[in-house]
């Protein structure tokens, strides 16, 4: 691993983690209460709804899981591709989160043909889709190492627990960087879907636009994996 280049991967995380916490607030704002990659919420929910006898809850709630179980069926094997495999940010990451950048894409476009906020099928049909791509953006940050922009309880415990003990946790201020990051997102998301819902995809997307665009420019081997012509 190159040092040089550990900066601009946390970086991208912390940018990715952004895109989390606006998927997460419109998910829960505008799609029946229920999250996007906070899966473990979701599961909680489901036994609300069972306890509580709220059969659109555990809908909603049981297609948010299964979305997110079929994007990390998706871009696990994505991620974990061998060919130009290795290296601080291998290409096959990119490659995964070009295919979650086309799904949010879908997304957004939904989301802006329903107006707001969606009801019915085509809301049950947005959970899925925004499950879907951070089912996608976890299997793909995985490939990173012990770092998530998607499940951060193991992150914010490890920095506490780290903190208290005198011991630095690695990747210190990536942890911080993410748990600010995911608050960010979910804060101008939140605004949006109240005040201006037709500019929620922006929010969404750019973060993740950003990463994909810099990975590209910024790590060699992404670049010549991903270009026609380099690398021969």
Do not use: C
Not at 70 to 93: K, M, N, Y
């Amino acid at each position: 691993m190159s040092r040089s280049h550990v900066p601009i991967r946390d970086l991208l995380v912390v940018l990715l983690t952004l895109t989390t916490g606006a998927v997460d607030a419109t998910s829960f704002l505008a799609l029946g209460n229920v999250f996007g990659s906070v899966i473990t919420g979701n599961m909680v929910l489901l036994g609300v709804a069972a306890g509580a006898a709220r059969p659109a809850l555990a809908v909603r709630s049981g297609v948010a899981v299964a979305g997110y179980m079929a994007g990390v069926a998706i871009g696990a094997p994505l991620a974990a591709h061998r060919e130009g495999s290795g290296g601080t940010w291998p290409p096959s990451v990119t490659v995964a989160l070009v295919v979650e950048l086309g799904v949010l894409s879908v997304f957004s476009v939904a989301w802006e043909l329903a107006g707001s906020p969606p009801r019915g099928g085509v809301q049950l049909a947005l959970v899925v889709v925004l499950a879907a791509a951070m089912g996608l953006q976890a299997a793909a940050v995985r490939r990173l190492g012990q770092m998530s922009s998607t499940y951060l309880t193991s992150t914010l415990t490890g920095l506490v627990a780290g903190l208290v003990t005198g011991s630095k946790p690695d990747g210190m201020n990536r942890s911080l960087g993410v748990l600010a990051a995911i608050v960010a997102g979910a804060a101008a998301a939140s605004v949006l879907v109240k005040t201006a819902p037709a500019w929620v995809p922006a929010v969404v997307l750019l973060p993740l636009g950003v990463v994909i665009v810099v990975s590209v420019a910024g790590f060699e081997r992404v670049r010549d994996h991903l270009t026609p012509g380099r690398g021969e």
